[in-house]
């Protein structure tokens, strides 16, 4: 599990889609699995990465169900494996108020259906990405943007379990998951100005050091 932090503007979104193969790097390789992802079939590629990021899309006229198996359409699928991806995700189909008929509840306004909150959507793009379990390099690029907090680090800790097989990589400007994570990766201008564990980088008192003292409140 390595952790991507830094303000914004700093380059932790290039990062990702350079490891998806979404953008070729001018000069230098980036390889995965030994292999050079400018060369990579594209199709393989996605299938063995998945991604939600900050601008996630969101499927309106489309069923709760369907939202969540577009990720993998060719992949079986009942009402145990989505709910399933949907309660890690801390969404409960069972809600009547939101899901009045459940996995086949419509949503967006289009046809009378459920609108959801921003962070009811956000929770979905991640159910999303967690029914695709067999993506082998996971990146979450901000995509609780409209969460608290605290809300993102709980969903951040579902999924510490669920990728203990992967490569996971967290990418954000705010320090939640930092703590328990195996690597962090600090950027600053395009850079990595520093990369260790939590207890390495606040004894260095750097960049990263300064960025958790000053979110600190968020996380007592």
Request: negative net charge; contains cysteine; hydrophobic residues 35%.
């Amino acid at each position: 599990l390595v952790a991507v932090v830094g303000e914004n503007g700093s380059g932790k979104t290039t990062l990702s889609k350079l490891l998806m193969g979404l953008y070729v790097p001018e000069k230098g390789s980036v390889t995965i699995g030994g292999r050079d992802t400018s060369t990579t079939d594209m199709t393989s590629l996605m299938k063995r990465t998945g991604a939600v990021f900050q601008n996630f899309i969101k499927y309106t006229a489309m069923t709760l169900s369907d939202n969540v198996r577009i990720s993998s359409a060719d992949k079986k699928y009942t009402p145990e494996n989505i709910s399933y991806a949907l309660s890690e995700c801390s969404l409960d189909k069972n809600d009547e108020k939101t899901f009045p008929e459940g996995l086949e509840t419509m949503l967006g306004r289009e046809f009378n259906g459920s609108e959801l909150s921003g962070g009811q959507w956000q929770k979905l793009a991640l159910s999303r990405l967690l029914f695709k379990n067999d993506a082998k390099m996971m990146i979450l690029d901000e995509p609780t943007a409209s969460l608290d907090p605290l809300a993102e680090a709980d969903i951040y800790a579902n999924f510490f379990h669920l990728t203990k097989d992967k490569t996971a990589l967290f990418i954000s400007h705010r320090l939640g998951i930092t703590k328990v994570v195996d690597r962090i990766l600090v950027f600053r201008d395009g850079t990595v100005a520093e990369q260790g564990t939590h207890d390495e980088l606040i004894a260095a008192n750097g960049v990263y050091a300064d960025m958790y003292k000053s979110q600190a409140q968020w996380y007592k």
